[in-house]
């Protein structure tokens, strides 16, 4: 075996990706300082089996994970991590909070993707005792800069969004008009969040709250109405530094409950704002 370990430790593992549904304790250990690349766990039961290894892995630039988790985070995340991603299950906001903290202490970029994962409160706190526990998780999660961190949500929920309103978090990316709907009331808090990244279609007026430090939005994919694209440059305009806006695989169209002589007048005037605010941001870039 001494001489098995000297081997697999001599090679480069990182374009092999790992998948394990049922683990065990042999298992990871005969991971433990591979450069393996990936690591898919598919129940917590793995991923309290590998959390004493994960550290080890010295090139392991993704994990995936499945399954539901309480309490506090207490994964040891190596040096090389550049993206954790929450593919389904159910979390506590102590275990969410206390992983974004962690991620927080990874010195470079890192990516955090919540795709179907349920956010709920711990069963085992309850009355006051939750208010007090979440209120000091507050503050603890507020005293971190999480400016390294990129957050993706595909299906969010409000109680998420409340979770990350007043935190530090650098990038923001909202994979459908209903995660952008869920995050508007929260993303103004967002003191460093500096891109702001949508997919999905969007009618009637922008009512996105900005932060002031945002420095891009980026329209990945989707459509959206003259007037909703009118209405968020002239609420970009209102951010007194540069700010690039990118219209990438985006399509213009009107607002399907605006008919005749209206949708002449609105689209109309929109096109005047729209060339008038262009311009503004091609000066910007």
């Not at 991923?47 to 994970?65: C, D, M, Y």
Request: glycine content about 4%.
């Amino acid at each position: 075996m001494s001489d098995l370990r000297s081997e697999i430790l001599s090679h480069d593992l990182s374009n092999i990706k790992i998948s394990v549904k049922n683990g065990s304790a042999e298992l990871f250990e005969l991971l433990r300082d591979t450069s393996i690349g990936i690591l898919t766990l598919s129940t917590a039961d793995c991923v309290i089996l590998a959390s004493e290894i994960l550290h080890t892995l010295n090139k392991l630039t993704t994990l995936n994970l499945w399954g539901t988790y309480t309490g506090r985070c207490d994964l040891k995340l190596p040096a090389s991590l550049q993206c954790i991603s929450l593919q389904e299950g159910e979390c506590s906001s102590e275990w969410l909070y206390s992983l974004l903290i962690t991620l927080s202490s990874l010195d470079h970029p890192v990516d955090c993707q919540q795709l179907d994962f349920v956010l709920q409160l711990s069963e085992d706190i309850r009355g006051d005792e939750a208010h007090t526990h979440m209120s000091d998780l507050r503050s603890e999660i507020l005293s971190h800069d999480l400016s390294n961190i990129t957050i993706i949500v595909k299906n969010g929920s409000a109680e998420l969004f409340e979770l990350l309103r007043d935190t530090s978090i650098g990038i923001l990316k909202l994979r459908t008009a209903d995660c952008a709907s869920l995050a508007s009331e929260i993303l103004h808090t967002l003191n460093r969040l500096t891109k702001l990244y949508l997919w999905g279609t969007y009618f009637g007026r922008c009512d996105l709250k900005l932060p002031a430090s945002l420095q891009c939005i980026s329209l990945m994919k989707g459509g959206c109405s003259s007037e909703w694209l009118c209405s968020l440059l002239i609420t970009l305009s209102s951010l007194d530094h540069p700010v690039k806006c990118e219209l990438l695989n985006v399509v213009l169209q009107l607002s399907e409950e605006i008919c005749g002589d209206e949708a002449y007048t609105q689209n109309r005037t929109c096109d005047l704002k729209y060339c008038h605010m262009t311009c503004r941001i091609l000066r910007y870039q």
